[in-house]
């Protein structure tokens, strides 16, 4: 069935290094692609999402990347913070006119300062 | 404007007894979707519906089971519950699907004791 793989299950970085989580996803139908950002104990919030038409987008210090050959996309943090330590989910559409959301297993990333 | 709201917060349920958990999404919302979480397998698509039907269903028993009213509210039921079935349940509201302003609730959390 349709799968999502997400790397690195856990990322340490120090405050101002960039981060880089990276996703590959398997049905090729897939045409959006978000990603989620959960503190602990709050709800998963949508950061930014990017679409299958759309080869890179980037919101502050937030960038994601798309390759759809290759089925792959990327979250990029740049200049951390420590308030950007939390677990970051990716996710990519699928079923019946993308109705769903299938995710990846979370990155937890912590940013030490 | 009210975010997602779930009901109730927190719920403990023993082994064998029928639950139900209540979605008001955002006001002009159609369409709801249910998610379960868990440390061990994150999150997982349990159903979509949209002006009441559902369009999608995810890889769960039958025991797992929703509605959605023409006010679009939704509720989602288990049966028979199993100590597998703690979890966090998410619902998330868009205005057409996952691709456009998806938002999560914070959340049911059932303990099956």
């Known amino acids: 069935g349709e799968n999502v793989e997400q790397h690195p299950s856990t990322l340490s970085v120090q405050e101002g290094d960039s981060a880089v989580i990276k996703c590959t996803y398997s049905?090729?139908?897939?045409?959006?692609f978000p990603w989620y950002k959960q503190e602990l104990g709050k709800r998963p919030q949508l950061i930014i999402d990017?679409?299958?038409?759309?080869g890179e987008k980037k919101d502050q210090r937030i960038a994601v990347t798309l390759n759809k050959t290759a089925k792959h996309f990327s979250l990029h943090i740049t200049e951390t913070q420590p308030e950007d330590s939390a677990v970051y989910f990716c996710?990519?559409?699928?079923?019946?006119?993308?109705?769903?959301?299938?995710f990846g297993k979370g990155t937890t990333l912590s940013v030490s300062s | 404007k009210a975010g997602v709201t779930q009901t109730p917060r927190y719920l403990i349920k023993t082994r064998g007894q029928q639950v139900t958990l209540s979605c008001s999404p955002i006001s002009g919302h159609r369409s709801v979707s249910w998610y379960q979480q868990t440390p061990g397998q994150g999150l997982q698509f349990l159903f979509e519906y949209f002006s009441e039907t559902q369009r999608n269903k995810g890889n769960f028993p039958g025991r797992f089971s929703g509605r959605q009213f023409s006010n679009s509210r939704s509720e989602m039921n288990v049966s028979t519950l199993e100590l597998g079935d703690s979890a966090l349940y998410l619902c998330?509201?868009?205005?057409?699907?996952?691709?456009?302003?998806?938002?999560f609730g914070s959340g049911t959390r059932l303990t099956v004791v």
């Open positions: 990017i679409r299958s038409n759309v």
């Open positions: 998330a509201s868009s205005l057409s699907g996952p691709g456009v302003g998806y938002t």
């Open positions: 049905d090729s139908a897939s045409n959006y």
């Open positions: 996710a990519a559409s699928i079923g019946q006119a993308g109705t769903a959301l299938i």
